[in-house]
């Protein structure tokens, strides 16, 4: 089983396309790179039912679309017999993350992933975003506290992109990602979560999958499972580099990828 669980609903333009008819383009590339199921996560953020929770120009400025929609379409995807899922991208959000969880629970998710892209209004992913207030240790230290704290919240199901802090190939001494990444590890098995295997890293300036071969380590050791994803944002990416994703995953001993549905998670052979 191969499974690609990071995806944004897009026009081959990139412009936000919630229809049956995108996720049908996606699915074709699927079918042609040997993916068996996709699963599509837009940016919570996107979302006017959401909108209260914003406060950035760059979150604000998209919470546009409507969530009904984006869930009705892939319902619909799903019924027409598509091998879709029903997923969202969850940024962390602190003291507020129950208020998030509470207005997205009516919805029939199959799965929610949590990410942590900022921390008091700076971005991880941008610069100069948060590398302009810390030092490279310190944004390591703040960024693994978060994706701690999410992992233990009950809201999500998958840690996204887990490592995002080395995106722009900035690390603090090797003792203290070892430590981090130990802290993730324990964190996303104390929170039942699964850890997603990212091809997205990639297409950014570290040059790596996500996550770094110890953060996975640390994960297989302490029976956390995993997912596959590219977070595509276009059809020509879906299941980009994903024979590297695989041979992480067999290296760090996993054998099984996590299928999800109405967040629940099982375990199928992986490839």
């Not at 027409?80 to 629970?105: M, N, S």
């Not at 610069?127 to 810390?134: F, H, K, S, Y």
């Not at 240790?137 to 701690?148: H, I, P, Q, T």
Request: with cysteine; net charge negative; hydrophobic share 45%.
């Amino acid at each position: 089983m191969i499974v690609d669980y990071h995806l944004h609903l897009r026009a081959p333009d990139e412009s936000i396309d919630h229809t049956v008819e995108a996720i049908e383009r996606f699915v074709e590339v699927a079918g042609q790179r040997g993916i068996d199921e996709l699963g599509f996560t837009e940016h919570v953020y996107y979302f006017r039912e959401t909108r209260g929770l914003w406060t950035l120009p760059y979150q604000t400025e998209r919470c546009v679309f409507d969530l009904e929609r984006y869930a009705g379409v892939l319902v619909e995807a799903k019924r027409r017999g598509l091998p879709v899922k029903l997923g969202l991208e969850v940024d962390y959000l602190g003291a507020r993350q129950t208020e998030l969880a509470a207005l997205l629970e009516p919805y029939p998710w199959d799965y929610l992933l949590g990410s942590v892209h900022w921390l008091d209004g700076l971005a991880v992913d941008q610069e100069p975003g948060l590398w302009g207030a810390l030092s490279v240790e310190d944004v390591w230290r703040r960024y693994f506290a978060a994706l701690g704290e999410l992992a233990r919240s009950g809201c999500v199901d998958v840690l996204a992109h887990p490592d995002l802090a080395k995106i722009f190939g900035r690390r603090p001494a090797p003792e203290v990602v070892a430590e981090l990444q130990e802290a993730a590890a324990a964190a996303a098995a104390e929170g039942g979560l699964a850890v997603e295997v990212s091809t997205a890293g990639l297409r950014k300036p570290v040059g790596e999958l996500y996550p770094d071969p110890g953060l996975l380590q640390a994960c297989r050791a302490k029976e956390v499972p995993a997912t596959l994803a590219s977070d595509a944002h276009v059809p020509a990416l879906v299941g980009e580099d994903f024979p590297a994703a695989v041979e992480l995953l067999r290296g760090a001993g996993y054998e099984t990828v996590t299928v999800l549905e109405g967040r629940s998670a099982r375990q199928e052979l992986l490839g």
